[in-house]
């Protein structure tokens, strides 16, 4: 199975940057798609960022289209997610999720419960 660990939250100033890492370990080669969600407290978990690891289609919440980016290290199994521009409202607990199951197109690959394998998190905090 997949291991996951993200690094790289913290608080940062609005109009700033940070970029989150997400580290997998184990069986990778299994991974049919990877990506960001995020969760404040009282809401349920909201996709950030998606992508197949079969074909590279990457999907993007409208929120965050144009100031995120995601970004592959194939070789050293890194998941980045580059922000850009951070909003408060962007504050929140960051996962890494990757699934070794099928999913293709934007239902299943931006469905959090199609995802088996979750980081810990890594809390942003957007504010001055």
């Known amino acids: 199975q997949v291991h996951l660990v993200e690094s790289g939250g913290g608080l940062v100033q609005p109009g700033g940057s940070l970029t989150l890492s997400c580290a997998s370990s184990?069986?990778?080669?299994?991974?049919?798609?990877k990506g960001w969600f995020r969760q404040i407290p009282g809401k349920e978990r909201e996709f950030v960022a998606v992508?197949?690891?079969?074909?590279?289609?990457?999907y993007y919440h409208d929120s965050v289209q144009g100031r995120f980016f995601l970004s592959r290290d194939d070789a050293k199994h890194m998941l980045h997610l580059q922000m850009n521009n951070l909003k408060p409202e962007d504050t929140a607990v960051y996962y890494c999720a990757a699934t070794e199951y099928y999913c293709s197109g934007f239902v299943c690959l931006t469905g959090s419960i199609d995802y088996e394998r979750w980081g810990q998190g890594t809390q942003v905090t957007v504010s001055s």
């Open positions: 992508q197949s690891w079969r074909d590279g289609t990457t």
């Open positions: 184990g069986r990778t080669n299994r991974t049919y798609a």
